[in-house]
């Protein structure tokens, strides 16, 4: 399925800002940016990403921040009540 395809069937653009401790300095926080389409509310893909970082990545996970918004929106239809000209 193309990109396209899935806006249309209710992907939406997934950001995550991950928050995790550093493997080294674990007191310190280290922030990664996740972004990638999924599907809401259950977000597949950031699930399958978050199991990957814990099962492989030494960065204990701290918090997660997920924001998603649809790409491709119904038409908006605004009346406009005034028309101004200026020269």
Avoid: C
Wanted: proline letters at 6%; glycine letters at 2%; a neutral charge.
């Amino acid at each position: 399925m193309s990109d396209f395809e899935r806006m249309l069937s209710d992907y939406r653009l997934t950001t995550a800002e991950i928050l995790y401790h550093m493997p080294d300095h674990p007191s310190l926080l280290q922030s990664y940016t996740w972004q990638k389409l999924d599907i809401a509310p259950r977000y597949p893909e950031l699930k399958r990403f978050l199991d990957f970082w814990e099962a492989n990545l030494d960065g204990k996970l701290h918090s997660v921040k997920v924001m998603s918004n649809r790409i491709i929106k119904p038409g908006e239809y605004r009346h406009t009540q005034n028309y101004f000209t200026l020269h």
